[in-house]
């Protein structure tokens, strides 16, 4: 009798053990911008690897960083945008990524790997995920309809209130991202746009405080639905978002365009890496994520959803011509040359932007 039940417990206890493992199933935890990847590529990671991803969204620098900088965030992954990264990186929250780990790191396009090295000197913590431009979306109907064939080409559509007036009727959304618009503001006032002096936020402040009347809204996702719908007519945009709300419009068979352009002054580029949480527990499937999205047709497919530039310069072949040879997505090399990017803020600085872009969009 003794027997029996030890071999009842023992059996149990494997049976238990064995119930366990399978409940272990591997997983990872990314915390990501939204609409910023193929549903199908996350599917296809699992079904490949057999881990579970856990995916989260988020659509401010600033909401990630008040995760990040808390600690304890729970995610394996995230992805931040340039001087963000290069800020967290100085508040120790990532660990460095071993590129020995990753046999599609040789993918990496070389250009951009070296403009990620401002963010990321030696490019220890970050692989870049995609990069992008700041400038104007627009519904090409109902702008047409107010000033005529005139190419929405300039930052004066933004900045000089005469031109801006005329579409405020139509509606007129501003990213919510002070990165962007304070460094797009300094340009256009002839400043450098890596200067935040008190003296040159002020000026930018009053400058982006002149159209705040004509804005129906600040919001960093929100536009992308309200030009698909053709509820706005312009908007300060990222210029993957811009595409998509193209894309959403067509889908549901509206009779408008979509269009984006890079303003001919130039304008901000933007990067988002990503990067791995020095708490992080998945640490092995993370590196397998990363190597999966270094795949030329993974990241094809990733710019082909989301109209964003990738960092994968053997996808460029992959990737249909529409895209790839759109100058708006992919700008040429003269474009090239007027974009500009900016250095990470002190917090103190930090502050004083927030304050000054509260002002800003609140009047006060």
């Known amino acids: 009798m003794f027997r029996c039940r030890t071999l009842v417990l023992i059996l149990s206890s494997i049976m238990f053990a064995a119930g366990h493992a399978v409940a272990q199933q591997r997983e990872?935890?990314?915390f990501n911008w939204s609409d910023y990847i193929d549903p199908k590529v996350l599917e296809q990671f699992s079904k490949e690897t057999g881990i579970r991803v856990?995916?989260?969204?988020?659509?401010?620098?600033?909401?990630?960083?008040?995760?990040?900088?808390?600690?304890?965030?729970?995610?394996?992954?995230?992805?931040?945008?340039?001087?963000?990264?290069?800020?967290?990186?100085?508040?120790?929250?990532y660990q460095k990524i071993d590129r020995s780990r990753l046999k599609n790191a040789g993918n990496i396009w070389k250009?951009?790997?070296?403009?990620m090295a401002a963010y990321?000197?030696?490019?220890?913590?970050?692989?870049?995920?995609?990069?992008?431009?700041?400038?104007?979306?627009?519904?090409?109907?109902?702008?047409?309809?107010r000033i005529g064939d005139t190419p929405i080409d300039s930052w004066d559509f933004l900045f000089d209130e005469d031109k801006l007036s005329k579409l405020a009727s139509c509606g007129v959304y501003v990213l919510d991202s002070p990165e962007d618009l304070f460094a797009i503001a300094l340009k256009r006032l002839g400043l450098d746009p890596d200067n935040v002096s008190r003296e040159n936020l002020d000026k930018a402040a009053a400058l982006l405080s002149r159209i705040r009347k004509h804005v129906k809204k600040f919001h960093s996702s929100e536009y992308i639905n309200a030009l698909a719908n053709g509820d706005i007519c312009l908007a300060v945009a990222w210029a993957?978002?811009?595409?998509?709300?193209?894309?959403?419009?067509?889908?549901?068979?509206k009779d408008y365009e979509i269009?984006?352009?890079?303003?001919?002054?130039?304008?901000?580029?933007?990067m988002d890496s990503i990067a791995i949480l020095k708490d992080a527990k998945n640490i092995s499937e993370a590196y397998e994520f990363i190597d999966f999205?270094?795949?030329?047709?993974?990241?094809?497919?990733?710019?082909?959803?989301?109209?964003?530039?990738?960092a994968v310069a053997a996808s460029k072949q992959l990737i249909p011509a529409a895209i790839v040879n759109n100058p708006a997505i992919?700008?040429?090399?003269?474009?090239?040359?007027?974009?500009?990017?900016?250095?990470a803020r002190d917090n103190a600085t930090q502050r004083l932007i927030a304050r000054s872009w509260i002002r800003v969009k609140t009047g006060r």
Request: glycine share 8%.
């Open 28 to 30: 990872l935890r990314v």
């Open 54 to 93: 856990i995916y989260d969204t988020y659509d401010s620098n600033e909401r990630l960083e008040t995760r990040v900088l808390a600690g304890n965030t729970g995610y394996d992954i995230v992805v931040p945008s340039g001087t963000f990264l290069q800020r967290q990186i100085r508040a120790g929250v």
């Open 111 to 115: 250009e951009i790997d070296q403009r």
């Open 120 to 145: 990321d000197p030696g490019n220890e913590y970050a692989i870049n995920y995609m990069w992008f431009t700041t400038g104007l979306a627009y519904n090409v109907q109902k702008i047409r309809a």
């Open 240 to 253: 993957g978002d811009a595409f998509q709300a193209g894309n959403r419009a067509r889908e549901a068979g």
């Open 259 to 270: 269009a984006y352009t890079i303003p001919k002054e130039g304008t901000l580029m933007s």
């Open 293 to 310: 999205l270094l795949r030329p047709e993974v990241a094809a497919q990733n710019t082909v959803i989301t109209n964003f530039a990738n």
């Open 330 to 343: 992919y700008p040429d090399e003269q474009m090239m040359k007027r974009l500009f990017s900016v250095q």
